[in-house]
């Protein structure tokens, strides 16, 4: 196992609630990247975090936000959630200038009634 | 925009044989990484083999290796000698020099039968 957590690991919320995704990052490593993964899709790229800046957002509302704290670990904000923002939420992280190698957590599955 | 495209989205094999799993992309850029990673049923991305661009011997990791061709934009997975533990969901993926973001594919399921 990698040193990313993710938490929670499962949550349910409810269509226009808001939630907060975690992520720790591995030791020694300074970006962050967040992915949604539809269920039978490959992930898609959300945002990136360097050095507590965005660095980086794929096609994402701005609904979804994000923070990294000077520790490295990361944060994923979705507000007004949708039915279609179900989905496995998967946090990587990486080292600036290392050798590309990304590190998973093992995501939280988020399910919007 | 690079784009990576998997043309398998099932597969299955009989333990101990030779599998290959396809994997085409689209890129204008010289310079870049390419990815499997594997998927088990815990949800954990597991990184199973990188090759650079400008590398033009494959890349190799004791049971998996890749046949990477560079004009044809193709990275092929040959997986050696299969495994039950190697059921998983196989993505390919795609990453810029100096950027971390992955760009997937939408991935092969890969079943070994014993």
């Known amino acids: 196992e990698t040193g990313v957590t993710q938490s929670p690991t499962h949550l349910i919320k409810t269509r226009g609630q808001q939630v907060t995704l975690r992520c720790s990052s591995q030791?020694?490593?300074?970006?962050v990247s967040w992915y949604q993964q539809a269920l039978g899709q490959g992930p898609q790229f959300i945002f990136q975090y360097y050095r507590e800046e965005e660095n980086g957002r794929g096609n994402f509302p701005p609904r979804f936000s994000g923070l990294q704290f000077p520790n490295y670990s990361s944060e994923l904000n979705v507000n007004a959630l949708e039915l279609d923002d179900s989905a496995l939420y998967l946090c990587?992280?990486?080292?600036?200038?290392?050798?590309?190698?990304?590190?998973f957590g093992q995501g939280t599955r988020l399910t919007v009634v | 925009a690079q784009t990576v495209t998997q043309s398998q989205p099932e597969m299955s094999v009989q333990e101990a044989e030779t599998v290959t799993l396809s994997c085409t992309y689209d890129?204008?850029?010289?310079?870049?990484?390419l990815f499997w990673y594997k998927q088990p049923p815990s949800r954990q991305m597991i990184l199973v083999i990188r090759q650079e661009a400008y590398k033009q011997q494959n890349a190799t990791e004791n049971r998996f290796s890749v046949n990477f061709q560079k004009a044809a934009k193709s990275f092929s997975l040959k997986i050696s000698d299969s495994q039950l533990g190697d059921t998983a969901m196989y993505f390919c993926a795609f990453m810029f020099f100096g950027n971390e973001k992955l760009t997937f594919g939408t991935g092969t399921r890969l079943t070994i039968i014993p």
């Open positions: 990587a992280s990486t080292r600036r200038g290392g050798n590309t190698e990304a590190f």
């Open positions: 890129t204008s850029e010289n310079n870049y990484y």
């Open positions: 030791s020694g490593h300074n970006t």
